[in-house]
């Protein structure tokens, strides 16, 4: 059970998973005297992990261990700073002020960490092409993240998220009056 990752989608399995395995688990180790962590999250946010992994583990790693503006070579944390300025930009948040109680509006920078599934497959995107086109970078064909053994693919990724595209479009389409 320790560390074990298990996709539910419906409560029947989340019932059986915890009623079979996860109870009868949690009362031995308690009953030793052990303590427990248990962590539930969206399954997206589990995407997500996997995302940040690949975006920094390949695409940024081989724009700062390849890329050379002007002669110059720059570390990922300075890469990450241009890509997210570049293609994240800012919000606008608005606070008032607890002194003269007035409303002060001020940029905050865009943060990867709130982005979701969708948000995070974009960016990767964007700077994958950035940095193939603008910069001369070449990514692996397949990259493997060294913490979970995981195979990841830039290509098959991208050619994914356009048949979804497409198939979003066509039915669209198809449910659009005539």
């Given at each position: 059970m320790n560390g074990q990752q298990v996709h539910l989608i419906?409560?029947?399995?989340?019932?059986?998973l915890l009623v079979g395995s996860?109870?009868?688990w949690l009362g031995e180790q308690l009953k030793a005297g052990r303590a427990v962590v248990a962590e539930f999250r969206l399954a997206?946010?589990?995407f997500t992990d996997k995302?940040?992994?690949?975006?920094?583990?390949?695409?940024l790693a081989n724009i700062?261990?390849?890329?050379?503006?002007n002669g110059e070579a720059y570390p990922l944390a300075v890469w990450k700073e241009f890509?997210?300025?570049?293609?994240?930009?800012?919000?606008?948040?608005?606070?008032?002020?607890p002194i003269t109680g007035k409303k002060k509006r001020r940029r905050v920078r865009q943060s990867t960490e709130g982005l979701g599934m969708k948000g995070y497959a974009d960016l990767i995107e964007k700077v994958a092409a950035y940095g193939a086109t603008e910069l001369g970078v070449s990514y692996p064909d397949e990259w493997i993240d060294p913490e979970s053994g995981?195979?990841?693919?830039l290509?098959?990724?991208?050619q994914r998220r356009h048949v979804r595209e497409r198939k979003r479009e066509l039915e669209q389409a198809e449910g659009a009056p005539a």
């Open positions: 419906n409560p029947e399995q989340a019932r059986a996860v109870l009868p997206e946010d589990a995302q940040r992994a690949y975006y920094h583990g390949c695409i700062a261990a390849q890329a050379r503006p890509f997210r300025d570049r293609f994240l930009g800012y919000k606008t948040k608005t606070t008032p002020d995981e195979v990841f693919s290509k098959d990724a991208t």
